[in-house]
T-cell receptor, first 110, second 114 residues
């Protein structure tokens, strides 16, 4: 059973149409939550780290937030170049190995 | 070169071949990782090296054999693979394993086993 669940699995947006991606986790003792962006045929690219509930990080059109049960990646006025798969990963308990979600595939149409 | 590099980027091999994947990180990190990425599945951790010592082997079949000669280089030796081993193999590095730091990934090797 997945401990890290990302939704939706796929999302299609029109350029300028803001939306949010969700990463929910059922782990105890969250040590850190990470967001990555992955373009087709490439490795994941690090975006944000969040360590505690209430924390927020921003980068250009992206804003990541964290609660005790989930994280959101808000995309404001997306552009076609924001099209990618967005991955979420968590460190929990005493493990130094992150658990990844399956990702959300985002397509932004011009 | 900057970041994490991987070679080759694409590899096609038969089930009886022997090949190796190479990873090099230029970030001064001390932990390196091999992941397997298959369609519709989360990233699967295969091996972890911390300061050149293997610390994790995630029940990976013996047809995959890792090697870490120093903190900057990581290899994955492949032999007698199966078609289901076809996937994107990603190398990553982080500052050290015993921390909750982000990992930096290479571009991956797309492996096809015929």
């Amino acid at each position: 059973e997945d401990q890290v669940t990302q939704s939706p699995e796929a999302l299609r947006l029109q350029e300028g149409e803001s939306s949010s991606l969700n990463c929910s986790y059922t782990v105890s003792g969250l040590r850190g939550l990470f967001w990555y962006r992955q373009d087709p045929g490439k490795g994941p690219e690090f975006l944000f780290t969040l360590y505690s509930a209430g924390e927020e990080k921003e980068k250009e059109r992206l804003k990541a937030t964290l609660t005790k049960k989930e994280s959101f990646l808000h995309i404001t006025a997306p552009k076609p170049e924001d099209s990618a798969t967005y991955l979420c990963a968590v460190f929990a308990g005493g493990s130094y190995i992150p658990t990844f979600g399956r990702g959300t595939s985002l397509i932004v149409h011009p | 070169e900057t970041g994490v590099t991987q070679t080759p980027r694409h590899l096609v091999m038969g089930m009886t071949n022997k090949k190796s994947l190479k990873c090099e990180q230029h970030l001064g990190h001390n932990a390196m990782y091999w992941y397997k990425q298959s369609a519709k599945k989360p990233l699967e951790l295969m091996f972890v090296y911390n300061f050149k010592e293997q610390t994790e082997n995630n029940s990976v079949p013996s047809r995959f054999s890792p090697e870490c000669p120093n903190s900057s280089h990581l290899f994955l030796h492949l032999h007698t693979l199966q078609p289901e081993d076809s996937a994107l193999y990603l190398c990553a590095s982080s500052q050290v394993m015993a921390s909750y730091n982000e990992q930096f990934f290479g571009p991956g090797t797309r492996l096809t086993v015929l």
